[in-house]
Every structure is written in C-alpha cells, then in structure tokens.
C-alpha cells in the first residue's frame, strides 16, 4: 500500500511538474489532488527535495533503460549501430518526456542539491556509452580521424577514473575524445527539445542522424 501511494504520489508530481515547472512544484498542491491533508503526505515524502530527489531518480532509471533497451537491440559488432541506436534511445525518451529532461539535464532547480543517491541511476546511460567505446575499442576498429589534438596532460587523473568506472582497458585519448561526444549529444538533443531549431531546421530527425554519425566517426566507430 506504502509503495502504491508514494508511486501515486510522483504520478501526479510529475503532471504538476509539467504545469509548473520543478521550481513550483507543492507537496501541498500534489496532497491537495490526493485529497489528501497536507500532513499526510510529509510522511512518504518529507520535503519538497526528496519529492524531487524521487522524481530525478526515476528518471534517471528510465533515461538509463530507454537508452540500454534500444542499444541492446543492435547487432554487437555493428558499433556505429550501437551508437546511433542509444542516442535515438536518448532522443526518443526526451520528446516523450519534455519536462522530465528538463528537471535532469536542464537548468538546476534553485536551492535543491542533489544527493548521493542520485549518482548511480545518473551513470546508466554513460555505461552503456562506455561499454560501447570499450567494446570498439577490443574489437581493434576504432579508426579516428586525423587531425586532433594530443589530449591535455591534466586529463590523465581523469581519463583514469573514467577507465576504470566504465571504459576499462581503453587508452586515454580515446577516453578524451569520448569525453567530448557525450555532451554533445546532450546538447544535440536539448537544442532541439528547447526550440531552438525553431524555423531553421525542418527535418529534425534528418539533422540529428547526422549529427550523430559525425559524433560517432570523432571518436572511430566505422561505419
């Protein structure tokens, strides 16, 4: 039954989340749709944060199996499959879930910090990411183009860390070029999600494919 209302609870969260945005979100105003008293509901949630912290954590685990669920569904050895396949994961997610992206990737809601409970839901995606380049990276296809840059030496303490949470084994210029791909899809989608290919850009699916695969060749999946 506790489980059964608290799932109640960020059921309707979520829809004031869409009228109001994460800033307005009242655990009186989702009490008060319950028919609940105010008090009642202190007590699966005790604060406006841990409302919050439920809802991120939720999305979050969505996010992360939306984009596990379409990666998995590529051959293995189609690595730029694999890639296209996680960022339409991505993709397809946000503009299901417009406000639920926001309140991950978009502006921090004043005054909340996010606590460590967060963390781990929060790296699902990037495993998934890491998994892949690691995979490329044993399978001996990697082929970047030339042109880049040697990574900066004060990466080094960072591309270690990176290796050894998601991407083991793989050399630390390739773990920097990773890097720089995985915010950029991000911003790829939010640029869209946000309306600012408004009246630029018609076929926003075209665009993004493309966008993509050209992230996709920066790090030396083949196609």
């Not at 989702?30 to 939720?58: N, Q, W």
């Not at 199996?65 to 946000?94: K, N, P, Q, T, Y």
């Not at 890491?130 to 990276?137: E, I, Q, S, T």
């Not at 949470?165 to 911003?187: C, K, Q």
């Amino acid at each position: 039954m506790r489980a059964e209302l608290m799932a109640e609870i960020t059921d309707i969260a979520r829809k004031h989340l869409a009228k109001d945005g994460a800033a307005g979100l009242s655990l009186r105003a989702v009490a008060r749709e319950m028919g609940m008293v105010s008090s009642a509901i202190y007590r699966y949630y005790p604060s406006r944060d841990d409302l919050l912290t439920a809802l991120i954590i939720d999305g979050y685990n969505a996010v992360g199996g939306a984009v596990r669920e379409a990666e998995a569904a590529r051959d293995r050895a189609d690595f730029m499959g694999r890639w296209l396949a996680l960022c339409h994961g991505l993709r397809d997610w946000a503009l299901a879930h417009p406000h639920e992206y926001a309140l991950l990737y978009g502006s921090p809601v004043p005054g909340y910090r996010a606590p460590e409970d967060t963390i781990a839901p929060a790296s699902t995606s990037a495993e998934v990411f890491g998994r892949l380049v690691g995979d490329a990276f044993r399978a001996g296809v990697l082929d970047p183009p030339g042109g880049y840059p040697p990574a900066p030496e004060s990466m080094a303490a960072d591309a270690a860390r990176i290796r050894d949470a998601i991407m083991p084994d793989v050399p630390g210029d390739v773990i920097a070029r990773a890097v720089t791909v995985w915010p950029a899809l991000f911003g790829a989608v939010s640029f869209e999600l946000f309306g600012q290919y408004a009246n630029v850009v018609a076929d926003l699916t075209a665009v993004f494919d493309y966008a993509m695969r050209g992230l996709g060749r920066s790090i030396g999946l083949p196609e």
